[in-house]
């Protein structure tokens, strides 16, 4: 089956616009994860869902960041007036559950200039 | 702060079986060890996972030690593809989902 996918694979944005990143997960997949990698490090935790709900945010950088998930399926990841350390790539995974193996998608590169 | 120490790179030759360290030694007992891979410019691939018995999948092997302190993936014929950074995990609940600098192993012909 279709694994996750997101969308735009590459942005390139202007210092203090807004961009919104898109995630489908797996189908049936009832928990989803964001997270970031700056070049060359590890990835950071963002936030996840479980079903349509994020129990914890305290993983976003900044209150410039917001992630919704409706219908239990796709999620945005939104992040307001970037700034340039904001550039990094973004990457969703899902989960059939919550602690059961995340699918990671093959991410979105952000640029901000 | 990972929870996890792997060394930062190990080379492989080509055909012959990797053998991936990592060290969890504050791993409590409900937490689960978990390997992942990246692969330049891909999103991390689940490789496996397991709790303290050792486990097998078509891709690795998973070696627990019996105080759980530690553990071992092995890839039993590294190929070119395996070439990649790869990262051991040790999570209960979703936010200990820290993935660390992992190793970067590079299979060699």
């Known amino acids: 089956g279709a694994g996750v996918s997101q969308s735009p694979s590459n942005k390139v944005t202007e210092k203090g616009k807004d961009v919104e990143l898109r995630c489908d997960p797996i189908s049936g997949h009832t928990a989803l994860y964001w997270y970031r990698q700056s070049l060359g490090q590890g990835l950071e935790f963002l936030i996840y869902?479980?079903?349509?709900?994020?129990?914890?945010k305290s993983g976003l950088p900044s209150d410039r960041f917001s992630a919704e998930r409706t219908g239990g399926s796709v999620s945005t990841l939104t992040i307001q007036r970037t700034q340039q350390e904001d550039s990094a790539v973004y990457l969703c995974?899902?989960?059939?559950?919550?602690?059961?193996?995340?699918?990671f998608g093959p991410g979105t590169r952000l640029t901000v200039t | 702060d990972a929870k996890t120490t792997q060394p930062t790179s190990m080379d492989c030759a080509e055909g012959r079986a990797a053998n991936l360290p990592c060290n969890h030694s504050?791993?409590?007992?409900?937490?689960?060890v978990y390997w992942y891979r990246q692969i330049h410019s891909q999103g991390p691939q689940y490789i496996i996972h397991?709790?303290?018995n050792n486990e097998t999948n078509e891709m690795a092997s998973l070696i627990i030690t019996e105080d759980r302190k530690s553990s071992t993936l092995i890839l039993p014929h590294a190929t070119l593809r395996d070439t990649a950074v790869y990262y051991c995990?040790?999570?209960?609940?979703?936010?200990?989902?820290?993935f660390g600098a992992g190793t970067r192993l590079t299979v060699k012909p």
């Open positions: 869902f479980q079903g349509n709900s994020a129990p914890d």
């Open positions: 995990i040790v999570r209960v609940y979703v936010d200990d989902m820290r």
């Open positions: 397991g709790l303290k």
């Open positions: 995974a899902s989960s059939y559950r919550v602690q059961y193996e995340q699918y």
């Open positions: 504050t791993i409590s007992g409900n937490e689960y």
